[in-house]
């Protein structure tokens, strides 16, 4: 797969095998089974719209494929539901409460119910949104004109739950930012323990706005259009994970970053019916989409594929369990919601 000359050196970087070893220290003692050692970071990238067999071979996304090829790949994992904002829902709140469309969120509100934020801040953890094009930190908004309406609130859960709504707006500021804060926190060594990373419309394969329109996935998956959010939204990927990567915080205990997307979509294309496969307790489901998750104490020479059936539930439920801070209403049917060990123990 040929890899475009401006995003050579970001995949050069990914290339190269960190192992520091307090992280190999940490991964050999890591208990068997369902046992997941303790996380210092985990960095959740959430990029939209396409189901695996969109992503997995297609010469426009080479960094991505780069990902999956050398790290870990889970290749039976689903979305949730459709459309977009349940499944956002989801995974950090154990549950898409009926939400089945992609309302404001004063109208899909959640009320009485915790979520993944309000789990890490009673643990004395910290968490963070970075979103893309968010005008300022602390932006409640369903939107940002400015942008060309890029920014969208449906791909920015914590506002769906009532508590964190109406935070008070210094705590807003502080945990709802651009992701341009990233780059700050990495420099500055302050990186939360979970970051939650949402691209904007014209970089998470989404599309909709004037300088980057909707492609038509249902019928015509490598349209102009199409290629065009695919590469850009590849590019976005490279750029955040080496920036993560070559953070001193990577070099530090435990760290994982996840790759996935909410859903596929081809759920209005009948001959995709794929496009409703689901599993672990989702009555039915978002469709196959692929999910990439890269450990500090992995060799990237050795790539691995993992078949078992997960979802954005299993995924939460991993997470919860790597930071001990306990389950939300999906995720603690362990029966049915496996966790993400081999993943993000190889």
């Known amino acids: 797969m040929t890899i475009p000359r401006s995003l050579r050196a970001i995949v050069c970087a990914l290339a190269i095998t960190l192992v520091p070893p307090a992280a190999m220290n940490i991964r050999a003692h890591a208990a068997s089974g369902d046992q997941l050692p303790r996380f210092q970071h985990i960095f959740?990238?959430?990029?939209?719209?396409?189901?695996?067999?969109?992503?997995?071979?297609?010469?426009?996304?080479p960094i991505?494929?780069?990902?999956?090829?050398?790290?870990?790949?889970?290749?039976?994992?689903?979305?949730?539901?459709?459309?977009?904002?349940?499944?956002?829902?989801?995974?950090?709140?154990?549950?898409?409460?009926?939400?089945?469309?992609?309302?404001?969120?004063?109208?899909?509100?959640?009320?009485?119910?915790?979520?993944?934020?309000?789990?890490?801040t009673a643990a004395g953890l910290t968490w963070k949104a970075y979103q893309q094009s968010l005008p300022y930190?602390?932006?409640?908004?369903l939107t940002n004109p400015a942008t060309n309406a890029l920014y969208a609130s449906k791909h920015n859960p914590f506002l769906n739950f009532f508590d964190i709504q109406h935070a008070l707006p210094a705590i807003l500021a502080k945990e709802i930012v651009p992701d341009t804060q990233l780059t700050t926190d990495i420099w500055q060594n302050t990186l939360p323990n979970f970051s939650f990373i949402t691209p904007d419309?014209?970089?998470?394969?989404?599309?909709?706005?004037?300088?980057?329109?909707?492609?038509?996935?249902?019928d015509n998956p490598n349209d102009a259009n199409d290629i065009f959010l695919v590469s850009q939204g590849d590019a976005y990927v490279g750029s955040t994970v080496a920036q993560i990567m070559f953070s001193k915080a990577w070099t530090q205990g435990n760290n994982a970053i996840v790759v996935t997307w909410d859903e596929n979509d081809v759920f209005d294309n009948p001959k995709a019916p794929e496009s409703f496969e689901g599993c672990c307790d989702a009555t039915n489901g978002g469709g196959r989409v692929v999910t990439i998750v890269i450990t500090n104490h992995h060799n990237s020479k050795n790539g691995m594929q993992d078949p078992t059936p997960y979802n954005h539930y299993a995924l939460l439920r991993t997470i919860q369990t790597a930071f001990g801070v306990g389950c939300l209403q999906n995720t603690c049917d362990t029966a049915n919601v496996p966790l993400m060990t081999p993943m993000f123990t190889r």
């Open 201 to 218: 419309l014209c970089h998470d394969m989404h599309g909709g706005a004037s300088s980057c329109p909707y492609a038509d996935n249902a």
């Open 64 to 120: 991505i494929n780069y990902l999956a090829q050398h790290y870990n790949l889970a290749t039976h994992y689903d979305g949730i539901t459709h459309p977009s904002e349940p499944n956002y829902v989801a995974l950090i709140g154990g549950s898409y409460y009926g939400i089945q469309d992609d309302g404001p969120y004063s109208t899909n509100v959640i009320k009485q119910q915790s979520n993944l934020g309000d789990q890490l």
């Open 137 to 141: 930190a602390g932006f409640t908004g």
């Open 44 to 61: 959740v990238i959430v990029m939209e719209n396409h189901n695996a067999e969109q992503i997995i071979g297609n010469p426009h996304a």
